[in-house]
């Protein structure tokens, strides 16, 4: 038989790993969400594992495999859900029933205190779901009148299905969310958990997001005095005054603060986006219609939430703006410093050439001066040795030596030029 990839069946499961919960009407789900406050993508996993176990080991229920990103199973009179992400964790517990008073935060005591202060990292966000049956759809807009205030409430019919979901996105003095699910008799208990689900999503994914409008704000402070001192470098690179060499270390300087906050923004701002993304997509796939003329979660998100994700975008556009105009101020201030390195290398070999002009009329005037010194050592040897001869024929040593003078001096300056020749 075929042999399999040794990950077939992983990434095949993978798909059905995290599925829906069942959720009863009426009934209540409480969703919390914890993350490391620095660096939690990289953060110890094993520890969130840990803290789940604990929570599991108070009410004797199973141990998730080891390595495992995601949990389901019963404790005590709930349903549990856990899910290890990428930056954070998420807990939701389910339970069925009427708790009686709406969002009183009962439901959140499930959670022991201690295993509360326990918890590795801080609380992202907690919300409060209260799943009810209706029939009537003013009793819906009357519940929703008490629960959530009437300024930034948003409530949509979803999926055709005649599911009622409503939230105000803010946080009561509780400290939780609300979220409320009104859904009619014939709605099934599936299709109230996948609602549930993408609410929940809706609600951490939305708030991990935000935190890249934190960064971008906290990145406009370092930004604005940087742009001034980068605009005033280039503004002052035209003065030919301006020493280059001080205008390179100052953009270098600029260059490297502009890096430092690309480092710590690039992985929030990429992080921002992809949430906003998950954001988008989950409100799409609601497929909302308007509720007794009320805006819709599409409309909040609009209003509220795109003017953020634009400013977080914004902010990136201009990080990196700057930093582009840091590398091009860069690369005009090289291209100046080189021109002028030009300049003084061409005056440098000017000078050279000057040099070379008279150290080649040096030599040819030290040359004329050694034909004459090497002739007259060579016509004193030769006096000495033709004087013998002229005596012996009736010459006198002035006589030789006149007319031994012309060849010498000339056979010197054809031996001095033939040296020259095959030195050059």
Known sequence: MIRDHELRYALANELHARPFPVVSAP??????AIKQPQDAA????????????????????????????????????HVLKWESHTEFVTYTLFSDGDTGVAFDGQSFKMLPE???????????????IRVERYTDPDEVSGKVEDWFVNESVAVSEVVGSGLIIASDFRIDAAGHKRIAVFAPADVTSRQIGRIVQRMCEIEIYNTMSMLGLAMARDLGDGMAPIEARLTRIVE??????????????????????????????????GASGAYEALVNQRVEVLRETRFQGRQTFAEFMMRRFDPAMRTVKSAERRLAGM???????????????DVERSAQNHQLLEGMNRRAELQLQLQETVEGLSVVAISYYAISISLY??????SAIGLSKPVIGAMVTPLVVVAVWCLVRRIRRLVH
């Open 27 to 32: 009934g209540t789900a409480l969703f919390l």
């Open 42 to 77: 990289g953060r110890d996993r094993e520890a969130d594992r840990a803290h789940l176990i604990d929570l599991l080991d108070r009410h004797g229920a199973p141990h998730p495999t080891p390595g495992a990103t995601h949990y389901s199973g019963e404790i005590g009179k």
């Open 114 to 128: 201690d295993w509360l202060d326990a918890a590795p990292g801080v609380r992202m966000t907690s919300a409060l």
């Open 236 to 269: 002052g690179m035209s003065d030919p005054t301006n020493s280059a060499e001080e205008t390179l270390k100052s953009l270098l300087e600029i260059a490297a603060e502009l890096e430092n906050l690309s480092v710590r923004s690039s992985f929030r701002f």
């Open 323 to 337: 930093t582009d105009r840091a590398n091009r101020a860069g690369e005009l201030l090289r291209t100046r410093v």
């Open 385 to 390: 040795v033709l004087a013998p001869v002229g």
